[in-house]
């Protein structure tokens, strides 16, 4: 690990935390999961659902990520309607990085209902869900048929005729359908996970609050290669016409990348995250190795790295027939925030349902960083006392505690 802390000089504490307490939780990841993360660990980095299979646990926690899709469906809208459509051809729909699958169904249903509006029952609609084999997709087809809540009733697959799904358990870094297959493709907050990590960040979790210029360099460089790679296996796949609308995170302008504005008194999620782990390491909770070796691979651009690949018509991007029609940066409140702001309520329990929100997408690095030395008891107690800390945090201190997102939005399309 010498190496690891000569990136940047020695370990030091960035941010001030506070925290208290612990509580016993009776259960966190299933076996089998525990298992995958032995598999993973020191390796391409992966992200494993957190709870058990088919529980539906990250959509039923991923409160913003509704917003975040909401937000994304009038550029959504635009898209589809802007398609020349066969109506005696099967219209092919794939959302990537899908998870299980919960947060985009509203917005897939209305996509559905659009075109049964615009051709009738006579188009064959199919919907892929793509996401790693890891993921949960028995929360994903429990949901389509009814076995867990439905927001908003919007069961599509019920609720039409004429419409197929199916999973892909294949990375979107490789092809994961035929050439030209596609016709409509969509991705939210999921195409900022790196294929790989391109150097440990030794003073921090997130890249954004890391003030290591030579790794943040390293992952810069590894987003870029990583961007331009996800966009070439799409030019594959979609279809001459097709269309694809992602949302990325992002950093705007300001260089604000979303968990909370520190400038109006709010407790920043990536900051947070990072000291709070800190503290651990400076408290003997875990090593000063186990801190470094606690990263999330994920990458939040810039709007210019964002459209890098679209700007030369010399790129490769270019050259495989894709260009962007749009792209529009813009927030998304915290809803979590919000909900507590206009109805109040038992802050405890308000305090428990934020952080299993984080807990969702965060905790699978917080386990990888762990020594393999360590048995999964431990790692289970530390952990647990990890996250109840923060709990503890919020629940003191609601209407502190945000996490609103910065995110991109592109309209992408195959010319040929």
């Known amino acids: 690990m010498r190496h690891a802390y000569g990136i940047c000089g020695s370990l030091r504490r960035l941010y001030s935390t506070h925290g208290s307490g612990s509580k016993e939780r009776s259960k966190w990841f299933p076996k089998k999961v525990s298992d995958l993360y032995r598999h993973y660990q020191n390796s391409t980095p992966h992200y494993i659902p957190y709870g058990e299979d088919g529980s539906g646990f990250y959509s039923d926690n991923a409160l913003g990520h509704y917003d975040i899709i909401t937000?994304?469906?009038?550029?959504?809208?635009?898209?589809i309607n802007s398609m020349e459509i066969n109506p005696t051809q099967i219209?092919?729909?794939v959302d990537y990085g899908s998870a299980d699958g919960g947060t985009s169904m509203p917005l897939f249903y209305q996509i559905v209902d659009k075109l049964r509006q615009t051709y009738g029952d006579a188009l064959p609609i199919h919907v892929t869900y793509e996401?790693?084999?890891?993921?949960?997709?028995?929360?994903?087809?429990?949901r389509l048929h009814g076995l867990l809540p439905m927001p908003?009733?919007?069961?599509?697959?019920?609720?039409?005729?004429?419409?197929?799904v199916s999973a892909c358990g294949t990375s979107f870094y490789d092809q994961c359908l035929p050439n030209a297959f596609v016709n409509f493709g969509f991705s939210s907050t999921a195409m900022h996970w790196l294929s790989r990590g391109p150097c440990p960040l030794p003073d921090a979790v997130f890249h954004m609050v890391s003030s290591c210029g030579e790794a943040k360099?390293?992952?810069?460089?590894?987003?870029?290669?990583?961007?331009?790679?996800?966009?070439?296996?799409?030019?594959?796949?979609?279809?001459?016409?097709g269309r694809m609308v992602i949302n990325v995170p992002t950093i705007d302008e300001d260089g604000y990348f979303g968990g909370g504005r520190w400038d109006s008194g709010k407790v920043n999620v990536f900051q947070k995250l990072s000291s709070l782990w800190h503290t651990f390491a400076l408290r003997g909770r875990i090593t000063k190795e186990e801190?470094?070796?606690?990263?999330?691979f994920g990458y939040k651009r810039v709007p210019e790295e964002v459209?890098?690949?679209?700007?030369?018509?010399?790129?490769?991007?270019?050259?495989?027939?894709?260009?962007?029609?749009?792209?529009?940066?813009?927030?998304?409140?915290?809803?979590?925030?919000?909900?507590?702001?206009?109805?109040?309520?038992?802050?405890?329990?308000?305090?428990?349902?934020?952080v299993n929100m984080l807990r969702s997408w965060s905790i699978h690095a917080f386990h990888a960083g762990l020594s393999k030395g360590r048995t999964e008891e431990e790692k289970t107690t530390i952990l647990e006392s990890f996250f109840n800390e923060y709990e503890d945090e919020v629940a003191a201190a609601p209407e502190e505690h945000s996490?609103?997102?910065?995110?991109?939005?592109?309209?992408?399309?195959?010319?040929?």
């Not at 801190?291 to 999330?296: L, P, R, S, W, Y």
């Not at 260009?323 to 305090?351: D, I």
Request: with cysteine; hydrophobic share 40%.
């Open 152 to 164: 908003d009733n919007h069961g599509y697959l019920k609720g039409f005729n004429n419409v197929y």
């Open 71 to 79: 937000n994304a469906k009038p550029i959504v809208m635009d898209a």
């Open 131 to 142: 996401d790693q084999p890891v993921a949960d997709f028995k929360s994903l087809f429990m």
């Open 291 to 296: 801190f470094v070796n606690t990263n999330i």
């Open 307 to 354: 459209q890098t690949p679209f700007v030369n018509k010399d790129s490769r991007v270019r050259k495989a027939g894709l260009t962007l029609v749009c792209m529009e940066t813009k927030h998304t409140p915290c809803a979590f925030h919000a909900r507590w702001q206009r109805e109040g309520g038992n802050a405890r329990q308000h305090a428990e349902q934020f």
């Open 403 to 416: 996490f609103e997102l910065m995110s991109s939005f592109l309209h992408i399309k195959k010319e040929y």
């Open 91 to 93: 219209f092919n729909i």
């Open 217 to 241: 360099e390293a992952f810069a460089k590894q987003a870029a290669q990583d961007w331009e790679l996800i966009l070439l296996q799409r030019a594959r796949e979609l279809a001459p016409g």
